[in-house]
Structure formats: C-alpha cells, structure tokens
C-alpha cells in the first residue's frame, strides 16, 4: 500500500483472453458480443473496491466534496431509505424501486438518519464517475479499463461465467452478494446482506480479487458504446474515444436474475459521470511498471 491509497493490491500478468459472453447469457442491448482476443500488459488491480474507511482517508486529505454531496440528493434503493418522508424526492418511473434522497451521500447512504459507523470496510458508494476520478488522482492510480476489468474478474478461468467458474452463486454456498427474494419487493437475506457486504466476504478468485461481481458495480474509465466490440482493438483496448455514459462492471446487491442478470464477468452497465446511487463504487489500478508495491 501507499501512503495516499490505503488499499491491497495483487498483480495481475499480461496475457490474452477472450472477451465477452461466452455462455449465452448476454443482454442484447449491452454489447456483449462479439467475443473477441484482448491482449493486455500486467497491471495491479485492488483486491477489493474503495472501502468507506480509504474514502475517507482521502477526504479528510483532501476536503473533496462529492456530487451526491453538491447535488444534495442521491438514488437510493427503497428498501434502505433511512430517511423523513420529507427527503424523498420522488422514484423514476422506469425503476420505481429508486427514491432520490435528499442528504444521501457517502457518509449517509440511505439518507439523513444513516451513517458508515461500523461500516469502514464496506465499500463505498454514492460516489459518481467524476468523484472516483479525483480519488484516482489523488491516490496516484486510474480507474481500471473494461478489458483490465474483465480480465481480472476472470482470475485466470478461461470463458468463465462467473469469477469462480460456471456454478450458480447458490450452488452449494453464496459466493456473491445479490438479491434473493421476489424482487424488489422482499430480500430474504440468504446471503446475510440487505445492502453492501465488507468487501472481503465471500471468497477472492484465482488473481486474489474479492467480490469483482455483486456487491457493488464498479466505475471503469471507459466511454460506453454497445457497438465497440465490433471494432476494439487486440492490445490493450481503452475504449471508444467519446460518449455520453461510462462504463460500469460487476453488478451488485440489487442484481436479481428475474430482471438484472448481470452479475457476470461479461456483464456490461453503463450511467453518466456525475450520477451518483447506494449500490455503485469503484477499485483502482496501475500498470505494473509503473507503480511496484507490496502484495496485501
């Protein structure tokens, strides 16, 4: 670890893999497809996302504000609303499970009557594209392209569906923080979490990373463009050049396979720089010859 960016990291070998959906599951609108080879230089990855506790590190640090902060209000799932009835602004017609929340924010992630006491190796959420950004530049890292994303979920399994491989998440034990119940109305709490889990629960993968799927989504640095695997590049592809959303990977604990299958390795997601929700974070990244530090 370093002195700014608190978080262990593991080291992930340059390689090639095939990229994409693999076991049908694809969401068409995505552009999951088609799969195709990426070669990628060796990186370092953090084996976990942004915990609460690093975040405020940086903060402290730093005296950023988030955009949830600025804005005054973040999205927030109905379920987790710790909030006077005042503060909720309303739910988006398309996902009425969303309330926008005023007073939801990193430190307050269901809204005024919450906190993150107890809460300092979750990861952190309500925090935008923009916001992980200025924890990257601070921290001396950059967020992780969809490839170097993609190729680290995987850890080391060819075609996998999954980080562990092709068995269910509740083949046998839970090995990912999701939705279980009827959606959205009731979460029966199978795997012990209503909202965010620590961030090292469940078991890490074959590269050493936890939880790349559920939990949380992850920010990238990618422009999204379900197009783009039409014409990506094989060596270290960064994306298409411009956009208007970014990339988000991993699905999180609202991902129920009844609406959301995206939970995957090749699941691909996508929102604006500045939106900001209870369910989205990040994790960072460095080439490995650019930054050598110890393995945690």
């Given amino acids: 670890m370093t002195a700014t960016h608190p978080m262990a990291h593991v080291e992930v070998p340059s390689g090639a893999f095939l990229m994409g959906d693999h076991s049908g599951d694809r969401n068409l609108a995505d552009g999951e497809t088609p799969v195709h080879e990426v070669r990628l230089d060796a990186f370092s990855i953090d084996a976990t996302a942004v915990t609460n506790e690093a975040f405020a590190a940086f903060v402290d640090a730093t005296g950023y504000r988030t955009e949830a902060e600025l ?12 909030a006077p009835d005042q503060d ?5 017609p398309q996902t009425p499970w969303w309330r926008g929340v005023r007073g939801a924010d990193w430190r307050h992630p269901g ?23 200025a924890y990257c530049e601070w921290a001396g890292r950059r967020l992780p392209t969809e490839a170097e994303w993609e190729y680290a979920a ?5 075609g996998a569906k999954y980080p562990w491989g092709d068995a269910e998440i509740d083949q046998g034990e839970w090995r990912a923080n999701i939705f279980q119940g009827s ?8 795997d012990g979490y209503l909202t965010t889990a620590p961030v090292r629960t469940f078991a890490p993968n074959g590269y050493g990373l936890w939880q790349p799927i559920g939990n949380v989504w992850e920010w990238c640095s990618d422009w999204f463009d379900p197009r783009y695997y039409t014409t990506s590049p094989t060596q270290n592809p960064t994306g298409p050049e411009s956009g208007s959303t970014r990339v988000l990977r991993g699905g999180s ?18 929102n604006t720089p500045d939106s900001s929700m209870g369910n989205a974070g990040f994790r960072t990244v460095s080439l490995a010859s650019e930054q050598r530090e110890p393995r945690g």
């Fill in 71 to 82: 804005f005054g209000f973040s999205a927030v799932f109905h379920l987790a609303v710790t």
């Fill in 111 to 133: 809204g005024e009557g919450s906190s993150i006491d107890g809460l300092h190796d979750h990861p952190v959420v309500h925090v935008s594209w923009n916001d992980a950004m």
């Fill in 253 to 270: 604990y609202l991902c129920h396979i009844s609406y959301c299958n995206r939970y995957r390795n090749s699941a691909r997601s996508q």
């Fill in 154 to 158: 995987r850890g080391g399994i060819p």
């Fill in 183 to 190: 959606f959205p109305r009731e979460n029966t709490l199978e």
């Fill in 88 to 92: 909720i602004l309303g739910a988006p």
